[in-house]
């Protein structure tokens, strides 16, 4: 039987999110014992939180929904870890889990080629600092 959605669980997970806090919980008990996604998420890819029905929320757990949150603006996965403030490899693994429910969108790594000219514009008047 599922819980009744509560109006303000999203608003209390962003926030909870903010609060520094020492987790008295490890890492794998988070992640139910997994250390590892299926598919390696680099620290630069970019996720996107998808829209859903603020009701479906419900069904979130607490750094789950807080990871949703932090995705509401484009973010990468280092960049949601920090906001979150749980370890790279946990936010990992919950990216992993949103994305294959169709709760966030990890975005294509950019290919293409490399302006080597521009690299070392870039890197002399990085010296020149």
Sequence with gaps: MSRP???????AAALLARVPRPS???????TGGRTADREHLGVERLVTAC???????????????????????????????????????????????????GWVKVHPVAQGPVDEALLERVLHGLNQL
């Design 51 to 101: 829209p859903v029905d603020p009701r479906a929320l419900a069904v979130l757990g607490p750094e789950a929904l807080a990871v949703y949150s932090a995705c509401r603006e484009r973010r990468s996965v280092a960049e949601i870890a920090a906001a979150v403030k749980l370890p790279l490899g946990v936010v990992r693994i919950f990216v992993g889990d949103l994305m294959r429910g």
């Design 5 to 11: 959605p509560s109006p303000g669980r999203e608003r």
């Design 24 to 30: 008295l919980l490890r890492p794998y008990v988070l």
